[in-house]
């Protein structure tokens, strides 16, 4: 079985930057994938050692090019985050949440 590592968020764990959990379209599907064992939960700010809730830090794309103190200071820019880019160096692929139906169809196959 194909094991997915997935934000904490969006399994509703409250661990986003304002304290609460990520409501998604998708629910019934990491619902699902919960039940059958195969998510791993993480929150890559916690893990870090950042409190929730902390101020917001947003990042928008997939370009390797974004500065952790433009996000932090609240200042959006173009890139991934470190997890994203430490992940597919790792040789993982990453899924965006927008994609999750379509990544629930290929598990299927």
Known sequence: M??????ACLVGR?????GTKKSHESAEVIS?????GRLVLLC??????????RPPAEIIGENDDSDGEMVL??????????TTAALRKAGF???????I?????LLKE
Request: no cysteine.
């Open 2 to 7: 194909e094991r997915i590592l997935i934000s």
């Open 14 to 18: 409250p661990v986003r930057y304002d």
């Open 32 to 36: 699902r994938w919960q039940d059958e």
């Open 44 to 53: 890559p700010e916690v893990a870090v050692g950042f409190p929730t809730p």
């Open 73 to 82: 200071s609240g200042n959006r820019k173009p890139g991934m985050g470190t």
């Open 93 to 99: 692929r990453v899924w965006p949440e927008t994609s």
């Open 101 to 105: 139906v379509e990544l629930d169809s």
